[in-house]
């Protein structure tokens, strides 16, 4: 019995051993999407907008900004045509995937134009590779500067 335990636990330790791995390997690919997305956009490349879902959500730095993937490809036009949109680089990226790796969910640290933010997404993994389900952008305040950013906020709301 003790020889079937131990068989037993080594092969536990060899799969899971196996797979982590192959985990790696599928969060370097998540990576590398995520990454050329951004550099797509950086060079206002139109496989930028091939890397949604057509029924994709995004959510930017003001309160308005909730479009679907039709309004934010609208909003963005302007960027597009004039061939200068938004740099994102990212300084550091957490990537989190279902036990299928169907779905796939990040956050991640940027420099950008507006100094850092910080984002998070959703991805589904189409088996022909991923696309972009939801993406949510956001300016990282430091805390010693809250105070005085959110009475900005509310003196600016009140004028409006």
């Given at each position: ?6 068989a ?17 390997e ?22 930028y907008?091939?890397?949604f ?16 993937y ?12 004039r ?5 994102f ?8 995937f ?9 956050d ?18 189409t ?7 939801h ?26």
């Open positions: 019995m003790k020889k079937l335990a131990f037993i636990a080594a092969l536990l330790i060899m799969l899971g051993a196996s797979a982590a791995p192959a985990d790696a599928f969060r370097q690919q998540v990576n590398a999407f995520v990454d050329s997305w951004h550099d797509d956009a950086a060079n206002t490349r139109p496989d907008w091939d890397k879902t057509p029924d994709a959500v995004f959510i930017g730095t003001d309160k308005s900004e909730v479009w679907s039709k309004e934010f490809k609208a909003w963005a036009k302007r960027f597009w045509d061939k200068k949109a938004w740099t680089t990212a300084q550091k990226r957490n990537v989190y279902s036990p299928d790796k169907k779905y796939v969910w990040f991640e640290q940027l420099n950008t134009q507006m100094g850092t933010c910080q984002a998070s997404g959703v991805l589904v993994n088996g022909k590779g991923f696309k972009i389900e993406y949510q952008l956001s300016l990282a305040v430091p805390n010693p500067l809250m105070d005085s950013f959110t009475k900005a906020i509310r003196e600016h709301e009140s004028r409006q």
